[in-house]
């Protein structure tokens, strides 16, 4: 017998083997060498440390991935979710939490305390963009390599389905070529840094008259400028009418690739009470309000030669960059993953998710459909949303789910054991049958 107790539901469960153990000693040792770095505020032999690093974590993961799911049958796997310290706010959540809260604080106001970092990163700089390292390319080499070596967890995790494969796929590709790698060759050849899947007002700066002037000096820096705005006036609107919110959310934004691959073991701790939608809905569509009126009024002072407002537009958008850009997209967006769950910024704070949930919740062909009469209502679907929807209450009512909020994932269609939920491009008379729906759900009753 492999444990001694004759328990059903085992006391001591086991949650890690032997070889997991030896990968998390692995990766735990790279992750010791950086953050040892880190402290130091001074890389010693950082060819070298930055190859070990990077080496030993790439091990440890692999060992663990092979341990974890390729010796067993393909099918998802949450084994413990609940119990490990890590997943279930416990002290490693905690500890976690402020790590990476730490480390945001640093990198967005006091990036001194990351010299040892950004030292240990300059050859890797030097080599792809011929220029020394900043806290920004730490960060963007930090944040690829762990959307890459999560992803790879996340695609063994989900590989027996044939949609999460293709999306871990894509934001993998997205986030290594569109915004890691492309952008250091642009600066290599002394081209605008430019990141191809970040629009405006996701990115609040490209709206800007600074980026325009900024952007003046290059052919591709002025078509990148109008890309962004066509993206989100026309492209946007256009790619959510077909595939939903997804195409971007899922498929192709940074934010959400981290949140989908490291993110994953935190996904059910979002909240999933009513207070916590009402919040949501005023606050996404505030940030979106927030974000257009800056840009707006950025504009109005250039062209009246700061005949309105005069200082206080750019008063304005240093607030929006301190509260949105920083403190709330990083330091809380990320650094409460293992307290408040993945989609923390992509949920509460997001313009580009606001803006694109508008058509989705408008006009849009994508939703999830519903077989109700195979619901069991074992609640997978509303435990794993990472964006807070009771997708048990639209199961249970056999009614299509169809909310701004829903980033398209498939987490919820690849949890639930019976395939009630389907994710599906309506056909032309979708909103006639879903009203007809409603109204068959939800009969009016005279007064």
Not at 321 to 341: E, M, R, T
Request: charged share 10%; proline share 4%; glycine share 10%.
């Amino acid at each position: 017998m492999d444990h001694a107790s004759l328990s059903i539901a085992t006391p001591a469960p086991v949650l890690t083997t032997g070889k997991q153990k030896a990968g998390l000693v692995l990766a735990g040792a790279g992750l010791l060498l950086v953050l040892v770095t880190w402290a130091a505020g001074q890389a010693v032999a950082p060819v070298p440390t930055l190859l070990a690093a990077l080496s030993l974590c790439t091990a440890g993961v692999a060992l663990f991935i092979r341990e974890e799911y390729l010796t067993r049958p393909a099918g998802i796997q949450n084994n413990g979710a609940w119990f490990r310290s890590l997943s279930a706010r416990g002290v490693w959540g905690w500890l976690t939490g402020v790590l990476i809260t730490g480390f945001y604080v640093c990198l967005y106001w006091f990036p001194g305390y990351l010299t040892g970092l950004t030292q240990l990163f300059d050859p890797l700089s030097r080599l792809l963009r011929n220029t020394a390292a900043d806290q920004w390319f730490v960060y963007g080499t930090l944040y690829t390599a762990a959307v890459l070596l999560m992803g790879v967890k996340f695609f063994y995790k989900y590989r027996h389905n044939p949609y999460q494969r293709w999306r871990t796929v894509s934001v993998m590709f997205f986030q290594l070529g569109f915004a890691f790698l492309i952008p250091g060759l642009l600066l290599r050849l002394q081209y605008p840094e430019l990141y191809f899947t970040y629009f405006w007002p996701l990115s609040y700066y490209q709206g800007t008259p600074m980026a325009h002037a900024g952007y003046s000096g290059s052919g591709l820096g002025v078509f990148f400028f109008f890309f962004g705005l066509a993206m989100f006036f026309i492209g946007a609107p256009v790619l959510t009418y077909f595939f939903g919110k997804r195409w971007y959310c899922s498929w192709v934004c940074g934010c959400g690739g981290l949140a989908e691959t490291a993110g994953d073991p935190f996904r059910h701790l979002s909240d999933k009470r009513l207070r916590a939608w009402k919040i949501e809905r005023w606050m996404i569509h505030g940030v979106l309000v927030f974000a257009v009126l800056m840009t707006a009024l950025l504009w109005v002072n250039v062209a009246t030669g700061r005949g309105v407002l005069q200082a206080y537009s750019q008063f304005f958008y240093k607030s929006y960059s301190f509260l949105v850009g920083s403190a709330f997209s990083g330091v809380v967006g990320v650094g409460f993953y293992p307290l408040l769950g993945s989609r923390v910024w992509c949920r509460f704070g997001c313009p580009m998710a606001a803006w694109l949930g508008i058509w989705q919740r408008a006009k849009s062909k994508f939703r999830i459909t519903v077989n109700g009469g195979q619901c069991i209502s074992c609640g997978n679907c509303s435990t794993y949303c990472e964006m807070g929807i009771d997708v048990r209450a639209y199961a249970q009512k056999g009614q299509d789910v169809v909310r701004a909020s829903c980033v398209g994932c498939g987490i919820c269609s690849a949890v639930c054991p019976r395939g009630v939920l389907r994710l599906e491009g309506a056909e032309a008379d979708m909103a006639q049958r879903t009203e007809l729906q409603r109204a068959i759900l939800f009969p009016s009753v005279p007064a």
